[in-house]
């Protein structure tokens, strides 16, 4: 199904201009793009924990891994099987922990590198959104690789996106990219939703003293900046790590701990802000 491109389409430029949003996927309400401008700062958890935390806010909810060099969504989300295709030729997508499922890991060997040019991923990940057979969704969640390369455009120009949320840590590297990607939506016409600031401190099991790690107050600082919300601040957690390599994120498997309490709390501010959006169908489903 993912078939090698010409070599002709390698090195297409990249347009320098806001590019016109795609075509919407038939029965998704609305999609929602989850980034970061630099890797390690826990892109994919909050991605996965904010899918989980939507859906049993009552939302129906779809979590596409575009991550297409380093795909991590079937280990987080405990799913190594193969998938099917229907009778239609349609890619039947898993359903785990009450989210649809799809990432380009579920077609390769557990351990197989995706060594392709940029055609190759746009061309991945254009068939990942439209040949899967996604159903009524409310919303789609997608996990974009780090950075501001061939996915993220090609993301932009397939399907109109209601918005994006920046992952960051608060050291200012991590501050620095978010910027980048910042910007970068601003171009190809996709509004910001907020910030999620991942590892925001981390609290002693024992005395229960807080201490922050990667300095302070970054991802506010940041989202003041832009004119954006902070959607909440996770904590460094080893418990969210666990749960990530057992595939049972901790929004479902350990809600009441303080990372799992908060991405409730993220997903929250998400379905509010969905609501109020032009195209108002998660209204139907909280109220």
């Known amino acids: 199904m993912f078939g090698r491109q010409k070599p002709s389409e390698a090195g297409a430029p990249t347009p320098q201009h806001p590019t016109p949003q795609g075509t919407p996927l038939p029965g998704v309400q609305h999609i929602i793009a989850v980034a970061s401008g630099k890797g390690g700062v ?22 596409l891994d575009a991550d297409i060099y380093g795909p991590s969504i079937p280990l987080m989300m405990g799913v190594h099987d193969k998938p099917q295709v229907s009778s239609t030729n349609r890619i039947v997508p898993f359903f785990n922990h009450g989210v649809k499922l799809q990432s380009l890991g579920f077609f390769l060997g557990e351990n197989a590198p995706v060594i392709w040019r940029g055609p190759m991923v746009m061309r991945a990940v254009q068939q990942l959104l439209q040949d899967t057979d996604w159903g009524e969704l409310d919303v789609l969640v997608v996990d974009l690789p780090p950075g501001t390369g061939d ?6 120009q397939t399907v109109p996106l209601t918005g994006a949320i920046l992952v960051t840590t608060p050291q200012d590297l991590a501050l ?33 003293q807080a201490t922050e790690i990667f300095r302070r107050g970054g991802g506010q600082k940041e989202s003041a900046r832009l004119g954006i919300p902070l959607l909440g601040r996770v904590p460094l957690d080893p418990e969210v ?47």
């Open 42 to 63: 826990g892109k994919s958890t909050v991605a996965t924990n904010v899918a989980v935390a939507l859906s049993m806010a009552g939302l129906r909810t779809g979590l």
């Open 151 to 156: 996915v993220q455009l090609t993301l932009a």
């Open 176 to 208: 620095l990219d978010v910027t980048k990607g910042a910007e970068m939506f601003k171009q190809v016409g996709a509004p910001l939703l907020g910030i999620v600031e991942n590892m925001s401190f981390f609290t002693c099991p024992e005395c229960g």
């Open 241 to 287: 790590c666990d749960a990530g390599d057992t595939g049972v994120p901790v929004a479902i498997g350990q809600p009441e701990t303080r990372a799992g309490a908060e991405f409730h709390k993220i997903a929250a501010t998400v379905v509010e802000i969905l609501s109020q959006s032009p195209r108002r169908a998660a209204v139907r489903i909280i109220n």
